[in-house]
């Protein structure tokens, strides 16, 4: 399966980048991140670039083709610079529609 496939097949996953897919007996496992440099502060709105950290979240619980996939999403809190700004760091926000996933965080 080619990964322009993908995003076609998994139209929730056009924002971000794939960058690995592994298939087991356990269904397809993929990994992905935002395909954005740069992330909007929640709290001042403005853009922010420089990475505090990375962690991973783990979405399950959809099928493709009735094999079952877990997608390991790769995401970023980012500081803000903005002087003055309550927020300092703060998570992305990737969207996903996470009706059919359930979201776990993992580590
Ligand atoms: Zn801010």
Do not use: K
Request: glycine share 8%; aromatic share 6%.
């Amino acid at each position: 399966m080619r990964l322009a496939d993908l995003t076609v097949l998994l139209p929730h996953l056009a924002g971000v980048v794939v960058q690995r897919i592994e298939r087991s007996a356990a269904g397809l496992r993929i990994w992905a991140q935002s395909r954005a440099g740069r992330a909007a502060c929640g709290r001042c709105g403005r853009s922010a670039g420089r990475v505090h950290s990375r962690y991973e979240r783990r979405l399950t619980d959809a099928a493709l083709a009735g094999e079952p996939v877990e997608i390991r999403l790769r995401v970023r809190r980012f500081f803000c610079d903005t002087p003055l700004c309550p927020a300092h760091t703060f998570v992305e926000q990737i969207a996903l529609p996470l009706v059919a996933w359930r979201l776990e965080l993992e580590g």
